[in-house]
């Protein structure tokens, strides 16, 4: 008999973070989804630099402008260098991650963040 308990195909967890203000998430936050749910008004998520391994998910929970800056040397790909990007409409949905310094690559855009 096989115990399927080790499966070579593991859950992940996501960890939903809601936000209300401004905030900027850290490296220790890698992984995380963040939700502007409950927000007033807009919020920006103002990223780290981009470092390979780095990436941060982010969810339009409530009709508010929620805006996803990058550090004024870095970029999000298809993007200005220094450019944010935004959505407020519920169910956008952006997954970004760090492949090469310097450069944010958008997985995942739903909505999407523009």
Known sequence: MTDRRTSQFQQAQVIVKART???A????????????SGAAGAITASLPKA???A????????????VVAPKA???????????SISANTVGNF??????????WEPLINVGPFA
């Open 25 to 36: 998430p850290a490296h220790t936050d890698i992984g995380l989804a963040f939700t502007n």
């Open 51 to 53: 470092s390979p391994g």
């Open 73 to 83: 040397v870095d970029t999000i790909r298809g993007h200005a260098i220094g450019v």
């Open 94 to 103: 952006l997954w970004l991650q760090c492949l090469v310094t310097g450069f």
């Open 21 to 23: 203000a401004s905030f």
């Open 55 to 66: 990436f941060y998910w982010f969810f339009v929970a409530t009709a508010q402008s929620f």
